[in-house]
């Protein structure tokens, strides 16, 4: 129900401190917020083909890969991971460059995210990320260089988690819940993430130096990781309206 504030509206203190959609401190947040949904429907909608699992608001858990040792052609190929991981920063390069426009709509940022993550230019649309493994038992993944590189795109996940955050704040779109694990950072600079795992694991052990990744094992990290993105690519498609949004705060 929208917010009708007439000429004398707030004559009266018990107006103006008013807790509730009618108050003075609540109709101009749901003014701003309903004025900058209506910027945002200007930035073209973000289209995700990342695969992840249904948007439910919530950034899960994304756990660590188990080291392991080499079963019967079950470990993860290096290059195959490896190539996963790319089309992660892919991914995330595309909610580096949403983000970006919905703030030059709607400037809640401190200013332009900084996209230093290497991979393909941002086009408007996130490319399906790799969540399935086959086994093998040759040039295995390590699980320690895969870990690695997981911790950064985590990391990440949690940095544009707190940007897209702020950005549905602004477009009174109920935030994200980041129980990613990644390391919640408010800079503007998004850092690179080397997709390399290192040298190739002999799987003779799950000890550090020999551990690989399990394919089965990789198919469920990496879920987490596009569930993540499906997440961050929901909330920014939410902040904007393709129809340029409904007034909420009407004068009477």
Do not use: W
């Not at 948007?55 to 899960?60: I, K, P, R, T």
């Not at 756990?63 to 052609?73: M, S, V, W």
């Not at 079950?74 to 992660?88: P, S």
């Not at 399935?132 to 985590?154: D, P």
């Amino acid at each position: 129900m929208p917010v009708r504030i007439q000429a004398n509206h707030f004559s009266a203190a018990s107006q103006v401190y008013r807790v509730d959609q009618n108050g003075l401190t609540p109709a101009l947040r749901g003014l701003a917020q309903n004025v900058a949904r209506i910027a945002a429907s200007a930035v073209p909608a973000l289209v995700d083909n990342s695969g992840g699992a249904a948007a439910d608001g919530m950034l899960d858990a994304i756990a660590a890969f188990t080291p392991a040792a080499l079963g019967t052609n079950d470990a993860a190929q290096k290059a195959a991971l490896e190539a996963g991981f790319a089309t992660a920063v892919d991914a995330l390069k595309e909610i580096v460059a949403q983000c970006n426009q919905l703030h030059a709509k709607v400037p809640a940022l401190g200013g332009m995210l900084v996209d230093n993550l290497s991979g393909t230019a941002a086009d408007g649309t996130i490319g399906a990320v790799t969540t399935s493994y086959s086994g093998v038992a040759a040039s295995m993944t390590s699980a320690a260089g895969a870990n690695a590189v997981l911790t950064n795109i985590r990391n990440r996940i949690a940095q544009l988690g707190y940007a897209v955050d702020t950005l549905s704040v602004a477009c009174g779109i109920t935030p994200l819940i980041d129980n990613s694990g990644g390391l919640d950072s408010t800079s503007l600079v998004v850092a690179d993430v080397s997709t390399s795992t290192g040298a190739a694991a002999s799987g003779a052990d799950s000890s550090a130096a020999n551990a690989i990744v399990k394919a089965t094992n990789a198919t469920l990290v990496m879920g987490s990781v596009a569930a993540a993105i499906k997440e961050l690519a929901t909330k920014l498609n939410a902040c904007r309206s393709s129809t340029g949004g409904t007034a909420l705060v009407i004068a009477a």
